[in-house]
């Protein structure tokens, strides 16, 4: 057998977008690397490649200052000079939707086309950890590896630098795992591997040494002969001396191949060497060879909410609304989905592992806000013109009075408490008093929780409306509305039913729960018995750390909400919920001590103020909390403990739910300790099998579960405040992460909002994600008769006399005739094990996609029901591509069967006519 190693050296750049230095400062320092990496692939044919750090914005933001030389860099990648893609940003793949992921994979293909396609290989190289699905993903598009830094733990002494990393499904991808980074051959030939060395003399001696002990250190991790060197780092360039370097190793380094190539060309040598890999299933999350900072998951929350809402609004409401309004007859916009991919495009840019992280300096941030608006107004827009479009293709000639639609963007049918506003004309004696019917005019009990008046733009033409906020319990089915009809008269008498309350508590038939003197909650599950008492306290702490990790003082003192009073108040009562608000003030201190040791002396209120909701025969109680901070380098954080005993958690993640084990690993000598810390999407259970509870959330990814002297508590992170990007004194890190800039703007200063609910169920975590589905996609209400319009509170300079307009210019209703009914599903996914993850049209417009995955491990059998025939129907791949034709059940429904853990994408062609 050969003694002989492989070694290939690929020169790249890792490009930041925006980090320690705003966008466009970067981006001039793009423009002058891409210029001179154009310039010296032209000079030097021995420079035979160079990556463009695997995401295509950068070509994007390099052409938008030098669109002249969008042919030359096209030449470039199709003769292999340079490769871009797979992705279009490198994103972090835990605080961002798996829808998320999957766009920007596509978006990051569909603009490598012009380049003669992406490079395939799964470069991931400076994500904090990395999910579980990642393989399946990377399969999806045709991609067979990946190659990743940060994450590993223990698992790093049986894995090596090579194996197989294995999906929930079975799918597989040769995983390449860098141990030092992306950059074990950074800066070759100078004494700073990160920094500029264009005052430095290049060291051909220093650069032989720098070769032979990056080989050195990963000889004894490598279970094959081939060795990748990445010579490159963030927003390097590229070093024009390297060919001769390589030369010059080739004579001096004996049994050794040397190679300036690609990642391929280093997954071709691992293969070649013909060696039974060994193989891991699951995420990445740990800190023994690199920090993995798990503190981002709470840095910045504002933002892990904004990114929650403005996907949520694309993935469960703009994207399929779109698709039904198709379905249902009407005729929309032959731009919708470009509209649809520039609202993705400007949601994708805030996807970058630094920006979503919160990890920059302020006015990185302060950008990102205006790129969420922009995407969050594209699918406002969206959604309100889809409802207009299905309500005009249906008929509310069944009842007199005012159509709502109701909406249900899920795979599965829903009987549950919609809430939302209706808007009524002022003078419509509905707005006074009114009672709610269904389309067999059976009464539906309404409860109205507030009522505002303002003025509405309508054509030009002002009109003041009433806008009334109700809740009201209404059946819904899959992927489709219901409506409900307003009609003057007194409101339907509220039903016998479980829906009680006292002075401090309520039940419902699922729950009790009972405020305590303090604020906290006891919580009766009356399905299974179960008793939760202390739920629900709040606990602040010093924060000494950053923007990437937190950490205590060595003095560290909590304050806490126990054992304090809260001001309890019953706000609403009737047919359809009960609704408490608990509000309370914890003295903290303004900020930590000049010293950093311990906390300041000094103190300031923290308000804290949550509204408890209790539905009508709904699971669940429902909690939005508002906190008005006022203080510095502290952490806001509220507990949910039980006496449970498991052995791990069961958290929400990217297309799976994850098992995590609650104790933590074994960890001397790694770089980071582990901690509590983790990520989580829709919720987090803790169960023993035969009872749990469950935390649900609505964008606070931050969770710890930990145990206590008497079981375990769930603990959800609120807010997190520090005031800067990386501090080098931290007692938990042993490095600097960053540069030591301040960030006033971390400290998250002024009011927040956080909206979460407890769940307490029998069995073990299948009995909470239907409920958390419903949870972070609610039904939405619509007036189905509605006009054009936007509000006039704002617009004082209009000048318009409202006087005249309500005894002259009364707008046109709508007619109430349609070719649909009032009630309509039009699409069904079954079982309801299976969660629907995407509903859109084909980029043409012509064709309906539908994604769904099984979080389970048993394989089923899915059935997908369309209301419109199929005509032909196809399995694709990620990046939908045709795989095969599929055979559909009957005209309106198609059945496969489903893995255990798979992502399945469908595409229908229905019959429209």
Not at 236 to 254: D, G, N, S, V, Y
Not at 507 to 514: D, T, V, Y
Not at 605 to 634: C, K, M
């Amino acid at each position: 057998m050969s003694n002989r190693t492989f070694v290939t050296i690929v020169p790249h750049t890792h490009w930041d977008r925006a980090w320690y230095v705003p966008f466009q400062e970067y981006r001039a320092r793009l423009v002058r690397l891409i210029d001179r990496l154009i310039a010296l692939l032209d000079a030097d044919p021995a420079y035979r490649f160079f990556m463009l750090d695997g995401q295509t914005s950068i070509l994007e933001d390099y052409l938008e200052v030098r669109p002249d030389r969008a042919a030359l860099l096209q030449d470039l990648a199709k003769s292999g000079r340079i490769s871009v893609g797979p992705w279009y940003v490198l994103p972090d793949e835990f605080l961002v939707s798996p829808e998320a992921l999957i766009r920007n994979l596509m978006l990051g293909h569909r603009m490598g086309e012009a380049y003669g396609g992406v490079m395939k290989a799964g470069y991931v190289p400076d994500g904090f950890g990395h999910i579980a699905q990642l393989p399946q993903i990377m399969r999806g598009f045709g991609i067979d590896s990946a190659f990743f830094w940060r994450g590993i733990g223990s698992e790093a002494d049986a894995l090596g630098t090579e194996f197989n990393w294995v999906a929930a499904d079975g799918s597989a991808v040769l995983a390449i795992w860098m141990p030092w980074g992306y950059h074990n051959l950074s800066n070759v030939g100078f004494p700073i591997r990160w920094g500029d060395t264009s005052q430095m003399a290049f060291d051909w001696e220093m650069g032989l040494e720098q070769i032979r002990g990056a080989l050195a250190e990963l000889e004894p991790l490598s279970n094959t002969p081939a060795r990748l060197l990445m010579n490159g780092i963030d927003h390097a360039e590229a070093q024009p001396r390297l060919p001769a370097l390589i030369q010059l190793a080739a004579e001096h380094i004996p049994d050794v191949e040397f190679r300036h190539a690609t990642l391929g060309d280093h997954l071709a040598q691992v293969r070649a060497a013909g060696v039974d890999l060994p193989e891991f299933q699951g995420e990445f999350r740990w800190g023994r060879y690199s920090e993995i900072l798990q503190g981002v998951y709470s840095t910045r929350i504002y933002l892990k909410q904004i990114n929650h809402r403005v996907e949520t609004l694309l993935e469960r409401y703009a994207e399929p609304l779109t698709t039904f309004a198709w379905l249902a007859g009407a005729n929309p916009p032959e731009g919708t989905p470009d509209l649809l991919w520039t609202a993705w495009r400007w949601l994708l840019k805030n996807h970058p592992h630094d920006d979503i992280y919160g990890s920059g300096i302020d006015p990185v941030h302060d950008e990102m806000l205006y790129r969420f608006s922009q995407a969050e107004q594209i699918g406002t827009i969206l959604v309100r013109d889809s409802l207009r479009q299905l309500a005009r293709e249906a008929d509310f000639t069944a009842q007199p009075g005012t159509p709502v639609l109701v909406y249900n963007p899920l795979g599965w049918p829903r009987a549950e408490v919609a809430t939302g506003t209706i808007d009524f004309d002022f003078d419509d004696p509905t707005a006074d008093q009114f009672r709610l019917v269904d389309g067999q005019g059976q009464p539906v009990p309404v409860q109205i929780l507030g009522s505002e008046d303002s003025v509405w733009l309508e054509t030009l033409k002002p009109n003041r409306k009433r806008r009334v906020t109700v809740a009201f319990p209404v059946d819904v089915p899959a992927c489709g509305y219901t409506t409900v009809y307003a009609q003057p008269g007194q409101p339907a008498p509220a039903p016998a039913g479980d829906l009680r309350h006292q002075a401090n508590g309520a039940e419902n038939a699922f729950l009790a729960f009972s405020i305590e003197a303090d604020g906290s909650l006891t919580v009766t599950d009356k399905q299974t018995g179960a008793v939760y008492p202390g739920l629900h306290r709040f606990f602040d702490v010093d924060d000494a750390g950053d923007e990437y990790s937190y950490c205590p003082c060595p003095h560290s003192a909590t304050v806490s909400s126990e054992g304090q009073t809260a001001r309890i108040e019953l706000v609403a009562a009737g047919p359809a919920l009960v609704r408490f608000r608990v509000s309370q003030t914890l003295a903290i201190p303004v900020s930590l001590a000049p010293n950093r040791q311990h906390r300041s002396d000094r103190r300031v209120d923290l308000p804290i103020e949550s509204t408890l909701t209790l539905y009508r025969d709904q699971p669940g109680l429902y909690i939005e909390t508002r906190v008005d901070n006022r203080a510095q380098d502290h952490k806001l954080t509220v507990t949910f403990p039980t006496d449970l005993q498991p052995y791990q958690a069961f958290v929400d993640a990217a297309f799976q739910v994850s098992a995590r084990a609650i104790d933590l690993p074994a960890s001397v000598g790694w770089v980071e300790d582990p901690t509590p810390l983790m990520h989580q999407r829709a919720f987090t259970d803790l169960s023993d099998g035969q009872r749990g509870l469950a935390i649900l959330n609505r964008g606070l990814p931050c969770v710890e579960v930990e145990r206590t002297g008497h079981g375990t508590r769930i603990a959800l992170t609120l807010l997190r405040c520090v005031g800067w990007l990386s501090r080098d004194d931290l007692s938990n890190r042993h490095v600097a992460a960053g540069p030591l800039l301040p960030t006033p703007g971390a400290q998250c200063p002024g009011e927040h909002v956080f909206e979460y609910a407890l769940l307490p169920h029998a069995g073990d975590w299948r009995a909470v994600q239907r409920f958390a589905r419903d949870y972070t996609a609610p039904l939405r209400l619509a007036r189905a008769d509605t006009h054009e319009g936007m509000e006039l509170r704002e617009m004082p300079f209009i000048g318009v006399d409202l006087d005249w307009y309500n005894r002259v210019a009364k707008p046109i209703p709508w007619p109430r005739e349609g070719r649909n009914p009032d009630r309509l599903s039009l699409l069904a996914l079954e079982p309801d094990s299976l969660i629907l993850s995407a509903v859109r049209r084909s980029a043409d417009g012509q064709r309906l996609i539908v994604r769904f995955y099984n979080p389970i491990a048993e394989p089923v059998t899915a059935s997908l029901t369309s209301w419109r025939p199929i005509r032909v129907a196809y399995r694709l791949n990620l990046n939908e591509e045709r795989q095969e034709t599929l055979s559909a059940t009957d005209r309106h429904r198609l059945t496969l069967p489903v893995r255990g853990g798979q992502i399945v994408t469908c595409e229908l062609l229905p019959e429209l006519s």
